[in-house]
């Protein structure tokens, strides 16, 4: 998919979108529906819909700094069974991994710490997968284009904030019991939650649990061809490989409103995660060279978390309000991995043990106060602190591989924030938000057993400003403006990471393209610089139109770099990747949605509700010759077409929705490039409505399942200073998953 589009074209673009809607404001207002009409049984079926999606239209018109709101209804809408499978059709979001199964969301097309996750408003804590919360426990969804001083700066993509259940009393009980069939195998789930009053104490409870089995075979082919002698040397790795997971998810919110105005609130969460896998490989090469000719291997993983947060909300007498939150968590992973080699040179076994300690705290104090029924001020401070304990252990046929790297590893980070914003409402038709943070983050460890200690210091001042114009008060059209400066910081990981040697080559000397992988004390934070230029079209049923367009200045871009080096865990040379600062990029991407009813556009057209989105992107990165120099897994663009029927007469409800995701290919740098083949992903869901309080939706995700392919290329050369052309290609099945879904309301 090329693109010959440049931001000055998506500016005009953007423009003429506009005149058309100035335009259009200077007709006269459409007559409103007869009363008979309103009062029709189907509409009066249709109204409480009708109201939540304007709610959540109003919230994002309201709001100075952009957001889009997920409410309830779409959440809802296809019965999906993680929020993975959720994210791929909002718009500008793509996930990782194979067409329909999830994945961690990306907006703009970059993820690894450019999109900020949040959960309740807190960065979600590491090894927290999206996947592991029921679309059920969530209540909303928020996406920000853009930063704010308040939501934090480590944003460059944009946030998104799963906001989960909690002061939804329409129904006293929700549940909801369902299973899904994917190649054979089930996946059943249930979940529940309550809220309720009791004695002044409102309280939400939420519980999911989830059983899902996955096949996750591939094959790998590689070629290499020595550009010398023309010799060519094929390898391919065929494995069969299937999984089980177990997901438990627990969270509470207990609130209590004293006699004086303030408002005590606990949020207890538990979530707990139980896997297991199987695999068996066959390696053959046309030389009959390969490292082994066979391999059975086997995993057990488990995550669990406990986090205890707290807040506590007091207004005083001159209208300010001081919100105080402070939370304790505790995150433990076990990870043990056996690989058996038969044949080959690399006889013998490889296992793997880890275990890993985190232990996280958190203090906010934030003060909000009205001047002059104008201005709304937020000033905070933050103080946020890490403590990593790591046991592990690689052993190769019985002795260590990483004997220097074994035992206790200790690590912590600490980061320091304050903020103030002004939230100013210059007049009807202007509203403006100012922001400043300073944001500190220490990090300290040491990257072997006994070894020395590193650390890692950065800071970043980030000024931060939006602003909305309406300029007719008669209809809801507005634009808006935002220029801030964001960051992405190094994560504990990147910055001190236990080497993980490559299970291709575990003896002697790797290749390129299978290096081992190590941690970089040195990296510096990245820095963006951004614009966004949006125009936003409300229609009177509550739909509208947007376009909006984004740019994005980087700097101290990092890249994982493979380079030769000599490593105390082998006697001959290893291939191994670091994460380096390699330059300087630039983003920039035009991105449009339209959500409206067929009547608006057509009014002979059945009332089919429509949702679109269109997002275009592209990147290029210094010091890397194009073309396709963009930035990690930015695809060219991603694209939905969704539409919803209610029959009329029948208590069934339609929906169905097109995701498409082009291919693309990444120059990492003149001598390698990656490819990733396009995404297709179709759903379907039919609702038969029983009552109010029940119904049974049946849904299909990625009906149109195809191959997923990724692989690339690699200039190098071999043991005798020969050039060496190294390419790869591997294969992936992707299936259709079916499921039945029982959802009451009491």
């Known amino acids: 998919m090329a693109l010959t589009w440049t931001p000055l074209r998506c500016g005009a673009l953007l423009l003429g979108l506009g005149s058309s809607a100035l335009q259009a404001q200077e007709q006269p207002a459409a007559p409103a529906a007869p009363a008979t009409e309103a009062a029709s ?153 309550r809220n309720d009053t009791v004695d002044g104490l409102a309280y939400n409870v939420s519980v999911s649990v989830a059983h899902s089995e996955r096949s ?201 924030a304050f903020y103030a914003q002004d939230e100013w409402e210059i007049n009807p038709h202007w509203a403006a938000h100012a922001g400043l943070r300073w944001e500190g983050i220490r990090t300290s460890g040491s990257v072997s057993a006994g070894g020395e200690e590193i650390s890692n210091n950065s800071q970043v001042l980030t000024p931060l400003l939006h602003a909305v114009w309406r300029p007719n008060l008669a209809v809801k059209d507005q634009w808006r403006a935002s220029l801030t400066r964001s960051y992405r910081s190094p994560n504990l990981s990147n910055l001190i990471a236990r080497p993980s040697i490559n299970s291709m080559y575990p003896t002697g000397s790797n290749t390129e393209l299978q290096p081992d992988t190590a941690g970089n004390p040195n990296l510096l934070p990245e820095l963006a610089v951004g614009l966004d230029l949006a125009f936003e079209h409300y229609l009177q049923n509550g739909g509208l139109l947007s376009a909006n367009v984004f740019v994005r200045q980087i700097s101290n871009v990092m890249r994982s770099q493979t380079a030769l080096e000599t490593v105390s865990w082998s006697d001959a040379q290893r291939w191994v990747a670091r994460m380096q600062n390699v330059g300087s990029a630039t983003t920039q991407g035009l991105e449009l949605e339209a959500k409206l009813r067929l009547t608006e556009w057509l009014p002979e057209a059945p009332p089919v509700d429509v949702r679109a989105n269109l997002s275009l992107m592209r990147s290029s990165l210094d010091g890397v010759s194009g073309p396709n120099n963009r930035l990690d897994q930015q695809p060219d663009g991603t694209a939905n077409l969704g539409a919803d029927y209610r029959l009329k007469g029948w208590p069934l409800k339609l929906s169905a929705n097109l995701n498409f995701t082009p291919g693309y290919t990444t120059r990492l740098s003149d001598t390698q490039q990656v490819f990733q083949s396009d995404k297709l992903v179709g759903d379907a869901s039919v609702i038969w409505i029983f009552s109010p309080s029940a119904q049974l939706r049946l849904s299909a995700s990625n009906f149109s399942a195809r191959n997923y392919l990724t692989g690339g290329s690699l200039l190098t050369t071999n043991s005798a200073s020969q050039a060496l052309r190294q390419t790869t290609q591997t294969t992936a099945p992707t299936y259709t998953n079916l499921q039945a879904k029982l959802e009451l309301k009491l």
């Open 41 to 193: 049984p189907e509409a009066t079926t249709l109204k409480p819909v009708e109201v939540r999606a304007s709610l959540e239209t109003e919230g994002r018109r309201q709001a100075t700094a952009a957001k889009i709101i997920i409410g309830r209804e779409d959440i809802e809408r296809y019965g999906d069974s993680t929020l993975g499978e959720l994210f791929k059709r909002l718009p500008g979001v793509t996930t990782s991994g194979r067409p329909g199964q999830g994945g961690a969301p990306r907006m703009r097309g970059l993820g690894s710490g450019y999109t900020q996750i949040l959960i309740d408003g807190e960065r979600a804590p590491r090894g927290f997968s999206t996947d592991d919360i029921a679309p059920e426990q969530v209540e909303r969804i928020e996406i920000l284009r853009a930063p704010t001083a308040e939501t934090g700066a480590r944003a460059i993509a944009g946030t998104i904030n799963i906001v989960t259940r909690g002061g939804y009393t329409k129904y006293v009980n929700n549940a909801t019991l369902g299973a899904g069939v994917e190649d054979g195998r089930t996946s059943p789930g249930a979940s529940w939650s």
């Open 216 to 416: 996750n075979g591939q094959t790998k082919d590689t070629q290499s061809e020595n550009l010398a002698t023309s010799a060519v040397v094929n390898q391919s790795e065929a494995t069969r490989s299937s999984s089980q997971r177990d997901v438990l998810h627990a969270n509470a919110r207990l609130q209590w409103n004293s006699a004086g105005g303030d408002t005590f609130t606990l949020m207890p969460m538990v979530v707990a995660t139980q896997g297991t896998g199987t695999s068996a490989s066959v390696l053959t090469q046309s030389d009959g060279a390969q490292a082994y000719n066979s391999s059975t291997g086997s995993s057990d993983s488990s995550f669990s978390m406990l986090r205890l947060a707290g807040s506590w909300a007091h207004k005083t007498d001159s209208g300010a309000r001081w919100l105080v939150n402070s939370s304790l968590g505790r995150s433990q992973w076990h990870n043990a991995a056996l690989r058996s080699y038969t044949g080959g040179s690399a006889l013998g076994a490889t296992d793997t043990q880890s275990d890993q300690h985190d232990t996280t705290w958190s203090n906010t104090l934030k003060l909000s106060q009205s001047i002059a029924d104008q201005h709304s001020l937020v000033s905070g401070l933050e103080l946020e602190g890490n403590q990593r304990n790591e046991t592990a252990s690689t052993l190769r046929s019985g002795e260590s591989a990483l004997s220097d790297f074994d035992g206790n590893l200790l690590a912590s980070s600490l980061r320091a």
